[in-house]
């Protein structure tokens, strides 16, 4: 094994700022073959990702989340999606369902200490079970959406899972995304459409007013402070903090370099 760091990946996200999402997950699906798998939340952007894996033929596993207090609206997305595209859609869900933990630990969700612990549980948790099975997973973060997302690279690391990130929207502004789901009439969460500019669970995500942030309706009942839950681990820490390790050979072919050890 050896050490990934984010500088290391400092030219090839330069070169990749170029890059056409499709591109990018060719790259993503040639380099990472077999050890890959898509990670979506049913959101609109999530969505234009899922549908040009299905373009693309890219044939990998879409993970999908479920912490058991997703809107129904969303579920119904996931089951459209694989309907529509013949997803290999994976769902990963908690050990406990909510009720189970509850009864064990209380209403977490209510402080921000339990908002964490309870976003660990259901959201973190679930992925990490299935995290050694891959070496990258394939986001849809984008730049557009402001906030922690505002800088964030085409390539990222996540030291929990010990895999790659590659987020092939990173430069897709809002109005690329509108003409791509209408170009190719893509199914779009309907609670999108009623007010919530993000989606997640059910108990900590509400509609926003057109004059607040995207991300205003997550946690709002925690303050603005409480805006991300660490599933994207760029939202929260410093990307160039982060470093991962994997297999040398795995680390060249990223790169595009070949490692000749002279003796
Ligand atoms: S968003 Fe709320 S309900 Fe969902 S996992 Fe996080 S704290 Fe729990």
Same mark, same amino acid.
């Given at each position: ?36 798998? /898509? ?5 609109? /952007? ?18 999908? &989340?479920?912490?058991?207090?997703? +809107? ?22 908690? *050990? ?10 209380? &209403?977490?969700?209510?402080?921000? *200490? ?5 976003? +660990? ?14 070496? /990258? +997973?394939?986001?849809? =973060? ?39 789901? $209408? ?18 669970? !059910?108990?900590?995500? $509400? ?30 820490? !410093? ?8 297999? =040398?050979? =795995? ?9 000749? +050890?002279?003796?």
């Amino acid at each position: 094994m050896a050490r990934l760091t984010q500088a290391d990946l400092a030219d090839l996200n330069t070169s990749f700022e170029q890059t056409s999402p499709q591109d990018l997950i060719r790259w993503a699906r040639k380099t990472f073959h077999g050890r890959i798998a /898509a990670l979506t939340s049913m959101q609109r /952007a999530g969505n234009v990702v899922c549908h040009m894996l299905y373009e693309l033929k890219a044939d990998m596993p879409v993970l999908f &989340v479920d912490t058991g207090v997703l +809107f129904h609206e969303t579920l119904d997305t996931r089951d459209k999606l694989v309907e529509r595209y013949g997803l290999n859609v994976v769902t990963l869900d908690p *050990e406990l369902t909510m009720e189970e933990q509850t009864a064990k630990y209380g &209403v977490l969700y209510l402080d921000p *200490e339990g908002q964490r612990k309870c976003c +660990f549980m259901r959201k973190n948790e679930p992925l990490i079970r299935v995290a050694d099975q891959y070496d /990258a +997973f394939i986001s849809s =973060l984008r730049r557009s959406d402001g906030g922690a997302r505002s800088r964030v690279p085409v390539l990222s690391l996540d030291a929990e899972t010990n895999s790659v990130r590659i987020n092939p929207l990173v430069n897709f502004d809002d109005e690329q995304m509108e003409r791509y789901i $209408t170009d190719n009439d893509i199914h779009i969460n309907p609670l999108h459409s009623q007010g919530y500019a993000t989606i997640g669970c !059910n108990r900590c995500t $509400t509609p926003v007013l057109p004059t607040e942030p995207k991300r205003a309706g997550r946690w709002r009942h925690l303050g603005p402070w409480s805006q991300y839950c660490g599933i994207n681990p760029t939202d929260l820490l !410093n990307p160039a903090e982060i470093s991962i390790d994997l297999p =040398l050979e =795995l680390i060249d072919r990223i790169l595009g370099r070949s490692t000749d +050890f002279m003796i």
